[in-house]
């Protein structure tokens, strides 16, 4: 089987499970080829629904979990989008894929993982930008963004990063030190936020 069979298969195994809604969901996923994100060693892994290892003590998470945050987003094409924690870029892409031909605005902490971040997206034509830096801060000098989402877990979602979203847009990430829970926050326009929770989840936490 090639690449795209793979990713085929994957997509309808996470579809008869029922872990992914959108159809651009799906597409993203059969586009991305998430085996170029991870380290040769995970590669004949790259399409099996788990996370894996990228290096600098960080992981990659489950195609299931980049399933369920991007459908929570209700991404679309053209949206500009704020991804915190950018990894090994994979997640990224996927958001790439759904907001072309939009670009998306990552921030990660660790140079490295940064930098080979940087290099992939090159290499395979995402139109994904990379600062390196705390995620706590966001990104103020692209915001607004339609809206954001972090992959690694903070004690509570981070004011900055709330505040570069525009009215009505939302923000997707894990919350908790220990237990964490997947939270979808909306700004409503009058400066309120709503917030919903998604279930128990497992991330990176995010660092201080
Ligand atoms: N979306 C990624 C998952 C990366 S794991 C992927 O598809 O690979 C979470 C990432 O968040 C790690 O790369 C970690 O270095 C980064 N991170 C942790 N704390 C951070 C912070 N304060 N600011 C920005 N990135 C952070």
């Avoid at 992914?20 to 099996?48: C, K, M, N, Q």
């Avoid at 004011?159 to 700004?187: E, F, N, S, W, Y």
Wanted: overall charge negative; aromatic content about 6%.
């Amino acid at each position: 089987m090639s690449r795209a069979d793979d990713r085929d298969a994957m997509v309808r195994r996470l579809r008869q499970r029922g872990v992914i809604g959108r159809d651009s969901t799906a597409d993203a996923l059969r586009a991305v080829p998430r085996h170029e994100f991870v380290p040769l060693e995970s590669r004949e892994s790259a399409y099996e629904d788990r996370p894996l290892r990228i290096g600098a003590g960080q992981t990659i998470s489950a195609p299931h979990m980049v399933a369920k945050m991007t459908d929570l987003l209700a991404l679309s094409p053209g949206d500009r989008v704020l991804e915190i924690g950018t990894g090994c870029g994979y997640h990224a892409a996927v958001t790439g894929e759904v907001v072309a031909p939009s670009t998306v605005y990552s921030v990660e902490f660790e140079p490295t993982l940064a930098e080979s971040a940087r290099e992939r997206f090159a290499d395979l034509a995402y139109d994904v930008q990379v600062r390196v830096g705390d995620g706590h801060e966001g990104w103020p000098e692209h915001a607004p963004y339609d809206c954001a989402y972090l992959t690694c877990a903070p004690a509570e979602l981070p004011d900055a990063v709330i505040k570069q979203v525009r009215p009505g847009g939302v923000v997707v990430g894990p919350v908790g030190t220990g237990r964490q829970t997947l939270v979808r926050v909306r700004r409503l326009a009058d400066g309120s936020l709503e917030r919903e929770t998604h279930g128990a989840v497992r991330f990176v936490p995010m660092r201080e």
